[in-house]
């Protein structure tokens, strides 16, 4: 790409995934259940290929893949980045074992990843994170955590401890009316995580050197508690800030990890975790203990822009369909682009879909140089896009009229659907303070002109 276009392959292949997107994912999302884990869907996104260009391609590729994937099919776009989220710490930071483990099935859609940093009382002020890593040194807290172990021992007494329900084979753990899991498919081993049947085992003994057990609660995790892997931040050193947090990779069905869905104004799989001595050890750390914080920035700076264009595809695909009606709608004698305040409306929503696309290409961009200046400008994209998709949308809607309101329109969808992105992964609010803190962060400019009194 130059500074300012696509290469030509680059610009079919968005067209490819647009069509594929409006053809083979649209018919999928819809027969979904709104608000879960969509598993069929994932599996194709896995067919075709693009969850294993999650891990093989850069940024403008990610967020190629987002813009194109939003314009027609909503679904699939945050099913596929859900999947990055979740995994790319294990694919940047994961062990061998880890990596071979878990990547494989997050490539071919059989395992649904999740990314668990915010918490109740911790939200844009992620280092604030107080869900504990206790050491579990055998003694004390370590019985609560020899209980849970030995749930682990027997998958009867786990499902006691109301694991999360993991269903790498595409069945969700029934729940039980006193909301612990009932028996998964996997516990009656003829789940892809038999090993015996030459499945993945999906759940991590906990052997490693170090141990210790999580404690507390994460909120608005999106997956959650359909995923079958989390990565979860938690707090190794108390009063450490930042640099008290630990990266941990902990399989859905380890005891003691209970969760709870939670709607949302446009559905979206989500919900909250609780975690009761949760056991991990040093073989589920991705990184360094302590460095977990860096994981997690690391993984945001990558996805940042691709928010940015997962805006940008919404921007359009409600720009496209306003274009489309104020073309075909009589209004006054005329069509309703006869009318110069509609025509300079559209004009303006085309304007600016365009510059945050381009800032969003350049974001990316940045990224895959490995520029210097990735957090500044992972900060402009994201929040110019998101702000504008906004915008856009919420004018399509308005040059549509009442129709654009009626459940089930493009843009009624959409317009519920753009709001989420100027909160998650850093509110725009926090964007602005990122920015600012890069721009004083450099040298001062020299003063060529000096100050006027
Ligand atoms: C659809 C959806 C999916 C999500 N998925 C995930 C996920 O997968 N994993 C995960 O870990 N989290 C996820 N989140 C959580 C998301 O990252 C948080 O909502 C976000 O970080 C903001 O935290 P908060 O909601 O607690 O708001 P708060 O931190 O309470 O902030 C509320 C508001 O205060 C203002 N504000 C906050 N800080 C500042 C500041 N520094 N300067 C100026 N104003 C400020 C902003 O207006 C902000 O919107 C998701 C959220 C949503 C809505």
Not at 56 to 64: Q, V
Request: aromatic content about 6%; charged content about 25%.
């Amino acid at each position: 790409m130059s500074a300012f276009s696509l290469e030509p392959e680059q610009i079919s292949w968005c067209a490819e995934l647009r069509a594929l997107a409006a053809e083979r994912l649209r018919p999928l999302a819809e027969k979904g259940e709104p608000g879960h884990v969509n598993r069929p869907l994932v599996a194709e996104l896995g067919r075709l290929g693009l969850l294993t260009r999650l891990f093989t391609s850069g940024a403008l590729d990610l967020c190629l893949m987002r813009e194109s994937l939003a314009h027609a099919c909503t679904e699939a776009e945050t099913a596929l980045a859900l999947q990055g989220l979740g995994a790319h710490p294990v694919h940047a930071h994961g062990s061998p074992a880890q990596r071979d483990r878990w990547l494989p099935a997050v490539a071919d859609g059989t395992a649904i990843a999740a990314f668990a940093l915010s918490e109740p009382g911790a939200g844009s002020d992620a280092a604030a994170l107080t869900l504990r890593a206790e050491p579990d040194d055998g003694s004390g807290a370590g019985d609560e955590g020899s209980a849970a172990l030995a749930a682990r021992e027997d998958p009867a007494r786990g499902a006691a401890f109301g694991t999360v329900g993991a269903t790498a084979g595409g069945r969700r753990a029934d729940r039980r009316p006193d909301g612990g899991a009932a028996r998964t498919d996997r516990e009656h081993g003829d789940g892809p995580g038999d090993p015996a049947k030459g499945g993945t085992a999906l759940d991590a003994r906990p052997n490693g050197p170090r141990r210790w057990l999580l404690t507390g609660e994460k909120c608005w995790i999106s997956n959650a508690p359909e995923a079958d892997f989390y990565t979860v931040f938690a707090r190794t050193t108390s009063g450490a800030g930042a640099r008290g947090v630990t990266a941990f990779l902990v399989p859905a069905d380890r005891p003691g990890l209970t969760g709870a869905a939670l709607e949302m104004l446009s559905p979206h799989p989500i919900g909250s975790l609780t975690f009761d001595a949760v056991p991990v050890t040093g073989d589920d750390v991705l990184g360094e203990v302590d460095r977990g914080f860096r994981v997690a920035m690391g993984t945001l700076n990558l996805f940042r822009p691709s928010v940015g264009a997962f805006a940008v595809g919404m921007a359009q695909a409600a720009l496209d369909a306003t274009l489309a009606h104020t073309r075909r709608r009589d209004a006054f004698g005329g069509k309703l682009k006869d009318l110069q305040a509609v025509a300079h409306q559209v004009a303006e929503m085309a304007l600016r879909t365009d510059a945050a696309r381009l800032m969003v290409y350049a974001a990316a961009t940045a990224y895959d140089t490995s520029a210097p200046d990735v957090p500044l400008r992972a900060a402009m994209a994201k929040l110019l896009a998101t702000e504008t998709a906004q915008y856009v949308v919420d004018s399509a809607v308005q040059l549509h009229g009442a129709r654009a309101l009626r459940r089930g329109h493009l843009l009624e969808h959409l317009y519920r659907e753009v709001r989420a992105p100027r909160i998650y992964e850093g509110a725009s609010e926090v964007q602005r303070g990122i920015i600012a803190k890069e721009l004083y962060a450099g040298p001062p400019a020299t003063e060529d002109h000096p100050e006027h009194p």
